[in-house]
């Protein structure tokens, strides 16, 4: 599991999901946890085995998409020597090793159907049975398993044993996305961002400039968590004006004007004149939300110049060049919005 990855939150949908784990910790019974990808579904499966009776004995962590399905069952119930080729020893399975303790199953859903069966007797019974062997063992295993399936469905499809969901499902705990954790983008963008500044060893932190905590509140974090602490990781350590504000973010890592076609999903356009000139500025879309065009205007206006202006680590001749204007213009732009008196640019 990701030590470096802490419970950051104070979104109430954070905070419920965290309560509810909290609750079902002492429990013997299996739990459930969904959520998308990065949302921390094996911190709460490490806060659930902590917080058990469980917390001395072994946490076994299997990522049951990691393995091929013909090796999933012998990673999970260990096997004899000779049992199968290749097998020239016996050795024990994930169950044994957290005897007494919790055993994590990541990625449940891509879990065969015949370990599935296997997986059912061992949650029924407490036995398994190592591949060749012809007596089962007895093993007291608690079951935290996570998925960012939809089980119900799976098992209305016929991919996923209802009966196996049945008992797994004692305690559901799902996961919020970032997206609708409200503050929480802020609240994890600072607790990183100061990290990353004092592993660079930087004086004092200097936070976010305001479009920038701007542009992360309003970004939908595909990703979640994860997602947010490489980006913001990302923005400090490219960043090199430690005195000032971090006034440029970027969000896709492969964003770059010398991508290859392959990646875009696009043939490589014959070079031109064109090519050279730069992109119009995305404008936004809610036009129905426009009360005030001159309003309107400006704002767009000054988040573009704002975008830019970090882009170029506030080089005012180099934002003058990406924008296609001269430097008597930007910086009539600049007074125009204030960006000058505030101090904002250099």
Same mark, same amino acid.
């Given at each position: 599991?990701?030590? $470096?990855?802490?419970?950051?939150?104070?979104? &109430?949908?954070?905070?419920?999901?965290?309560?509810?784990? &909290?609750?079902?910790?002492?429990?013997?019974?299996?739990?459930?946890?969904?959520?998308?990808?990065?949302?921390?579904?094996?911190?709460?499966?490490?806060?659930?085995?902590?917080?058990? +009776?469980?917390?001395?004995?072994?946490?076994?962590?299997?990522?049951?998409?990691?393995?091929?399905?013909?090796?999933?069952?012998? @990673?999970?119930?260990? *096997?004899?020597?000779?049992?199968?080729?290749?097998?020239?020893?016996?050795?024990?399975?994930?169950?044994? @090793?957290? %005897?007494?303790?919790?055993?994590?199953?990541?990625?449940?859903?891509?879990?065969?159907? #015949?370990?599935?069966?296997?997986?059912?007797?061992?949650? @029924?019974?407490?036995?398994?049975?190592?591949?060749?062997? %012809?007596?089962?063992?007895?093993?007291?295993?608690?079951?935290?398993? =996570?998925?960012?399936?939809?089980? /119900?469905?799976?098992?209305?499809?016929?991919?996923?044993?209802?009966?196996?969901?049945?008992?797994?499902?004692?305690?559901?705990? +799902?996961?919020?996305?970032?997206?609708?954790?409200?503050? !929480?983008? =802020?609240?994890?963008?600072?607790?990183?961002?100061?990290?990353?500044?004092?592993?660079?060893?930087? /004086?004092?932190? /200097?936070?976010?400039? =305001?479009?920038?905590?701007?542009?992360?509140?309003?970004?939908?974090?595909?990703?979640?968590?994860?997602?947010?602490? %490489?980006?913001? $990781?990302?923005?400090?350590?490219?960043?090199?004006?430690?005195?000032?504000?971090?006034?440029?973010?970027?969000?896709?890592?492969? @964003? &770059?004007?010398?991508?290859?076609?392959?990646?875009?999903? =696009?043939?490589?356009?014959?070079?031109?004149?064109?090519?050279?000139?730069?992109?119009?500025?995305?404008?936004? &879309?809610?036009?129905?939300?426009?009360? !005030?065009?001159?309003?309107?205007? !400006?704002?767009?206006?000054?988040?573009?110049?704002? *975008?830019?202006?970090?882009?170029?680590?506030?080089?005012?001749?180099? +934002?003058?060049?990406?924008?296609?204007? +001269?430097?008597?213009?930007?910086? *009539?732009?600049?007074?125009?919005? #204030?960006?000058?008196?505030? #101090?904002?640019?250099?």
């Amino acid at each position: 599991m990701d030590r $470096e990855v802490q419970f950051i939150g104070q979104s &109430s949908a954070f905070l419920d999901a965290v309560e509810r784990a &909290s609750r079902a910790a002492p429990m013997r019974r299996p739990v459930l946890v969904i959520g998308e990808r990065g949302t921390g579904k094996e911190l709460i499966a490490e806060r659930l085995h902590r917080l058990s +009776t469980r917390w001395q004995e072994p946490l076994v962590t299997m990522n049951c998409a990691a393995l091929p399905e013909t090796l999933i069952e012998a @990673e999970l119930f260990g *096997h004899e020597a000779g049992a199968f080729t290749g097998a020239t020893r016996a050795r024990a399975g994930r169950f044994e @090793e957290a %005897n007494g303790g919790t055993l994590f199953l990541d990625e449940l859903g891509t879990l065969s159907m #015949g370990a599935q069966e296997r997986l059912l007797r061992a949650v @029924e019974y407490g036995e398994v049975a190592r591949i060749g062997a %012809n007596k089962p063992i007895t093993v007291d295993v608690r079951i935290v398993a =996570a998925t960012n399936e939809n089980l /119900p469905r799976m098992a209305e499809e016929g991919r996923f044993r209802p009966d196996l969901l049945d008992r797994l499902s004692f305690e559901v705990i +799902t996961l919020p996305p970032l997206r609708v954790r409200e503050g !929480d983008v =802020a609240v994890l963008a600072d607790y990183y961002g100061r990290r990353m500044a004092a592993e660079l060893g930087w /004086p004092a932190w /200097p936070g976010f400039a =305001a479009h920038v905590s701007e542009q992360m509140d309003k970004y939908a974090w595909p990703g979640n968590v994860r997602e947010l602490r %490489n980006v913001v $990781e990302r923005a400090v350590y490219r960043w090199d004006d430690p005195g000032r504000a971090i006034g440029h973010i970027q969000f896709d890592p492969f @964003e &770059s004007p010398w991508r290859p076609a392959a990646l875009m999903g =696009a043939p490589v356009p014959a070079r031109s004149a064109a090519v050279d000139r730069p992109a119009p500025a995305a404008v936004a &879309s809610d036009f129905d939300a426009v009360a !005030d065009l001159r309003s309107a205007v !400006d704002a767009h206006e000054r988040a573009i110049l704002e *975008h830019h202006l970090g882009r170029n680590r506030y080089n005012q001749r180099q +934002t003058a060049k990406a924008l296609g204007l +001269t430097y008597d213009q930007l910086r *009539h732009c600049l007074r125009k919005h #204030g960006l000058l008196e505030r #101090g904002e640019v250099g």
